[in-house]
């Protein structure tokens, strides 16, 4: 069975550090993509970033990046420059049919 | 206004009762999803779509129905509402299989 799984329920530091989240799933396939999501405390889920497994070149959008290892099946997300507005859960989606998801990890950005 | 939008934001209705949550999408996009999101936790999938009339059941099916006549709707119903089922609901919609889906802002429904 494919699986998402983010090891780390939640996780706190301070405003303007570095903080990388984990996610490591499980796949047969060699096509296809990953999804970083956030949801603040407004609810609302807000695509952060995505990576298709095709491409060698991590996704990169502004402060956040991913680091994508393909034989381990890892996707990882890194913010630079951390900010209070960052605080939220995060969400790792492995796209296929139906998606799956993994259980989130709240980040918590200290001031 | 483009987007996907959910009725209502709030609901409190009592055991036993018959709820429906609506979902509305302007993108004419395929695949539409139900989602619920217990306090704390991840999302779980209740139902999805790959188009009109083609529906699944996802991992959490049980004590709901959907429907999808039209492209735009995927209205979910509570048949008979019992407490478990108190959560926040998710709609969400995408263009195809592999693309990202889009959310609703969520109704968070109460069951008394």
């Known amino acids: 069975a494919q699986t998402v799984t983010q090891s780390q329920p939640e996780m706190s530091v301070q405003e303007a550090e570095t903080v990388t989240l984990s996610c490591t799933y499980d796949t047969s396939e060699n096509n296809y993509y990953l999804f970083w999501y956030k949801q603040p405390p407004s609810r609302q889920m807000i695509l952060v970033i995505r990576q298709e497994a095709y491409k060698q070149q991590n996704a990169t959008e502004n402060r956040f990046s991913v680091n994508f290892q393909k034989a381990a099946k890892s996707f990882s997300l890194k913010i630079s420059d951390s900010q209070l507005g960052d605080t939220a859960m995060y969400f790792c989606?492995?796209?296929?049919?139906?998606?799956?998801w993994g259980a989130g990890t709240k980040l918590i950005i200290k001031p | 206004d483009a987007g996907i939008t959910q009725s209502p934001r709030y609901k409190i209705t009592e055991t036993g009762r018959q709820v429906t949550l609506m979902c509305h999408q302007t993108w004419s996009h395929s695949y539409m999803f139900w989602y619920r999101q217990d306090l704390g936790h991840g999302l779980r999938l209740i139902y999805y779509s790959a188009a009109a009339d083609i529906t699944d059941k996802g991992e959490v099916s049980d004590g709901y129905v959907v429907s999808r006549s039209k492209t735009e709707n995927f209205p979910l119903t509570l048949e008979s509402a019992t407490r478990s089922q108190t959560s926040v609901y998710f709609c969400?919609?995408?263009?195809?299989?592999?693309?990202?889906?889009?959310f609703g802002q969520g109704t968070r429904l109460t069951v008394v």
């Open positions: 969400a919609s995408s263009a195809n299989q592999f693309t990202e889906a889009f």
């Open positions: 989606a492995f796209m296929k049919w139906p998606p799956i």
